[in-house]
């Protein structure tokens, strides 16, 4: 069993930058792939990016590739996203999910454990 605790989330002005992170538990952190996801309101909760444990297989989604940085720390059982460049359209609850398998994957579906969320909001 896995817990996953974001924070970081809050509101900032469009351009600005938000970090956010995702606490894990359990000792095996690190055969986890990462995963972060987004919902808007009125809309279906859609994939951001993704990082598998070794670090080798990144994914990002189209509309925040070149703004965003997944990156972990299995020291700490934590893994991160870094948003540049925020824009409106990017509020949403940000949860971070945590799947059994050694590849990234930007389906909803192939992740077992999930977070309660952090809420991003982007004033213009």
């Known amino acids: 069993q896995v817990q996953l605790v974001e924070s970081g989330g809050g509101l900032v002005q469009a351009g600005g930058s938000l970090r956010l992170s995702c606490a894990a538990s359990?000792?095996?952190?690190?055969?986890?792939?990462m995963g972060w996801f987004r919902q808007a309101p009125g809309t279906e909760r859609e994939f951001v990016a993704a990082?598998?444990?070794?670090?080798?297989?990144?994914l990002y989604a189209d509309s925040l590739k070149g703004r965003c940085t997944i990156s972990r720390d299995n020291g700490k059982n934590t893994v991160f996203l870094q948003m540049n460049s925020l824009k409106p359209e990017d509020t949403a609850v940000y949860y971070c999910?945590?799947?059994?398998?050694?590849?990234?994957?930007?389906?909803?579906?192939?992740?077992?454990?999930w977070g309660q969320g952090t809420q991003v909001t982007v004033a213009s």
């Open positions: 359990g000792r095996t952190f690190n055969t986890y792939t």
């Open positions: 990082l598998n444990w070794r670090g080798d297989n990144t």
């Open positions: 999910a945590a799947r059994i398998g050694a590849y990234s994957s930007v389906r909803q579906s192939d992740y077992d454990y």
